[in-house]
């Protein structure tokens, strides 16, 4: 019996996760994915919001607020690159302007400090701003940070504090068995547990109506993103957002923007489009068509078209989505189920959930601790252990990591200056990397202009080395996703060594 056992690890299972840890508790993750952090919190547009626009009392706005206050600490501890670079919201227009000055106030009444720019105002920081923006909302608490980083570091230390983690494990029904809970698993896996934390993103809704009679639903919304080469950071030091979106379904989206991630490359988006799949994270020809157009035109507004007149397309190196999990009731749902004891939901997170996450995880731990009148543990470990990234490195400290660790001598990703230390660590640390995807979201493998054309067959030989595995066994994501089929000549792989394996 489980003391608490958690469906899905994003950002608000990992953080729950990490909370409970602390506690002398018996603690499983069930994840559907081949990897932690296989829903909305990888794919999206990697915003730590200020948290002034969403309307004030709800959930949404408290715990955006506290969740962006958490950052700087969480990320010191967590070691997770994290930059307060401000978020900005333009205006072209004096009807913008209007919604500018209506953020403002809003952003007054959940203390969330914002600054109100008229042009002269603005071309004093950013003398290179478009021609045709009037003025602007600035918001300095507003940042970057690298989502999947987060998440999996926050799942790293969860595992070091001694939750258990069951990846590709999918919860299909929960039901109350006497005073417990039975959750099982789609290939026939039982748990019982006292209590149960639905953090299932996009499927949230069916395990909450399974057991409650407060029924609600959740409509995946898809949003993608461009992402630039390296070479246009210089030129975007903030987040700069059009005014919010009104979308033809109801609701808004925050607006498309272009933003300077904190591994030095430049992502445009978002949209927003509904789907009826939970689980398509597929960008298609439409959406990227959506907002390479949209670019073209919004791109003037921009200080880099200072030094890019035209959207240089050709500067795209990758697309992802992602899918918003957005519920009927137009907040985030959070707490204890009201006819269901023991059953406590972080459902329909959209976006600032990113940002509330780590608050909302808090919260839940909190709550869940005092139910069970869990004791704090002695040994508990707030950080994590990870190999230092050799491409922020200087030339001083590159010399010295290799002298210690030879593995940094070589590099793997040429693009993302990514070495075999790197990899072989993201490998070896707890709930570590079993994929290629995995290897690449821990250490950026693949990542770079070459997108893995040049590493991806060093990164499956290495996964081969420290897991026991055959080439013909490794894959891209899990499942079926092998990346090689078979041989194509008299050569044949090796058999793993099958103590090796266990
Ligand atoms: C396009 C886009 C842009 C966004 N931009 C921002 C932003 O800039 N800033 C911001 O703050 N927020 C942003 N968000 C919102 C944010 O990403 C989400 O609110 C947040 O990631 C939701 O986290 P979660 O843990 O609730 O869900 P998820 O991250 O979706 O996690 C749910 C997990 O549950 C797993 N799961 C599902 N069903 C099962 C099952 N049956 N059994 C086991 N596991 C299961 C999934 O595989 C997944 O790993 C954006 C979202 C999108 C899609």
Request: overall charge negative.
């Amino acid at each position: 019996m489980w003391d608490v056992l958690i469906i899905g690890s994003g950002v608000c299972g990992a953080a729950t996760a990490r909370a409970l840890a602390r506690y002398d508790l018996s603690i499983a993750v069930l994840e559907k994915g081949s990897d932690v952090c296989y829903g909305a919190s990888r794919g999206n547009s990697a915003m730590v919001h200020g948290g002034y626009d969403p309307d004030p009392g709800t959930n949404k706005a408290i715990f955006n607020v506290l969740g962006n206050r958490m950052f700087d600490d969480l990320c010191a501890e967590l070691k997770v690159p994290f930059e307060r670079s401000g978020t900005m919201v333009i205006a072209t227009n004096e009807e913008e302007m209007e919604e500018v000055r209506r953020l403002h106030e809003c952003g007054l009444r959940n203390e969330v400090e914002t600054l109100v720019l008229d042009r002269p105002a603005l071309l004093e920081r950013w003398p290179d701003m478009g021609k045709g923006v009037v003025g602007a909302l600035f918001c300095p608490s507003g940042g970057m940070v690298c989502p999947y980083t987060l998440v999996i570091a926050m799942c790293e230390n969860a595992a070091r504090n001694g939750v258990e983690f069951f990846l590709n494990c999918e919860a299909e029904k929960v039901e109350r068995v006497e005073d417990f809970w039975r959750v099982t698993a789609k290939d026939g896996k039982v748990f019982d547990t006292r209590v149960v934390v639905n953090c299932a993103g996009t499927c949230a809704d069916v395990f909450n109506n399974q057991v409650s009679e407060d029924r609600f639903k959740i409509v995946p919304r898809f949003g993608s993103h461009l992402v630039m080469d390296r070479e246009f950071i210089p030129w975007v030091d903030t987040t700069i957002t059009q005014t919010p979106t009104k979308l033809a379904s109801g609701g808004h989206t925050k607006g498309m923007g272009i933003m300077p991630s904190v591994d030095g490359t430049v992502i445009l988006g978002t949209d927003a489009e509904d789907y009826t799949d939970p689980d398509d994270v597929a960008t298609t020809r439409r959406s990227i068509d959506r907002i390479v157009d949209y670019f073209k035109t919004f791109w003037k507004h921009l200080p880099i078209s200072a030094v890019y007149p035209e959207f240089p397309v050709s500067g795209v190196i990758t697309a992802y989505g992602g899918l918003r999990p957005h519920p009927d009731r137009d907040d985030f749902i959070i707490g204890e189920a009201p006819d269901a004891a023991n059953f406590f939901n972080a459902a329909g997170i959209e976006s600032p959930g990113l940002t509330a996450g780590p608050a909302i995880g808090e919260h839940l731990g909190k709550l869940i601790a005092e139910r069970l009148s869990a004791k704090k543990k002695a040994d508990y470990k707030p950080g994590r252990e990870v190999l230092p990234t050799f491409r922020t490195m200087t030339d001083e400290e590159k010399s010295r990591a290799i002298a210690k660790n030879s593995d940094y001598a070589r590099i793997v990703c040429r693009c993302e200056q990514v070495t075999e230390a790197e990899i072989r660590d993201a490998i070896r640390r707890p709930v570590g990397a079993r994929t290629v995807s995995a290897v690449k979201m821990r250490t950026r493998a693949g990542m770079g202009r070459c997108q893995g054309g040049f590493c991806q067959s060093r990164v499956v030989e290495i996964l081969c080395e420290e897991l026991g595995l055959t080439p013909l066994e490794v894959t891209q994501s899990g499942g079926e996703s092998f990346i090689l089929t078979g041989s194509c000549c008299e050569h044949s792989f090796p058999e793993a060594d099958e103590e090796e394996k266990a």
